[in-house]
C-alpha cells in the first residue's frame, strides 16, 4: 500500500453539457474521474464515443455512467411489469451505446 492520494472525482450531474469545456474544467481542477449523469432526457443523444473522445483529450477516466431514473418509465421498480422490461431494455441500449432516439414518455 502507497500513501499516494486517491484520484479526485466528480459526477457530470452538475454540468450543463458534456462539451469541450467541461472536459477542461474538470482538467484544470484537477479531477481525474467523471461519472457521467444527465437528466433522463439527456440519454437519447448522447454520444459516448464523442465523450470518450473528449475525456481522453483532457486525461479524465470515465469512472462510471449512472443509468436513468425517473417515476414514469425509468424506474426498474414500476408497477407495471411492461413498463419495467421496457426499462431493462432501455437502459441496456444505453450500455451498449446504441440509446432511442425518443424515450416513450408517458
Do not use: K
Not at 17 to 25: C, M, P
Not at 45 to 62: E, F, I, Q
Request: aromatic content about 10%.
Amino acid at each position: 500500500m502507497t500513501n499516494e492520494p486517491w484520484p479526485l472525482g466528480l459526477s457530470s450531474c452538475g454540468s450543463p453539457s458534456l462539451s469541450e469545456a467541461v472536459f477542461a474544467g474538470y482538467r484544470d481542477a484537477g479531477i481525474r474521474l467523471m461519472e457521467i449523469s444527465l437528466p433522463c432526457e439527456r440519454y437519447a443523444s448522447l454520444d459516448l464515443s464523442a465523450v470518450a473522445a473528449l475525456a481522453r483529450r483532457y486525461g479524465v477516466r470515465l469512472w462510471s455512467i449512472h443509468l436513468p431514473f425517473d417515476r414514469d418509465f425509468f424506474n426498474i421498480a414500476h408497477p407495471d411489469a411492461a413498463v419495467r422490461a421496457a426499462c431493462l431494455l432501455e437502459q441496456g441500449r444505453l450500455l451498449n451505446g446504441r440509446p432511442r432516439r425518443a424515450f416513450p414518455w408517458p
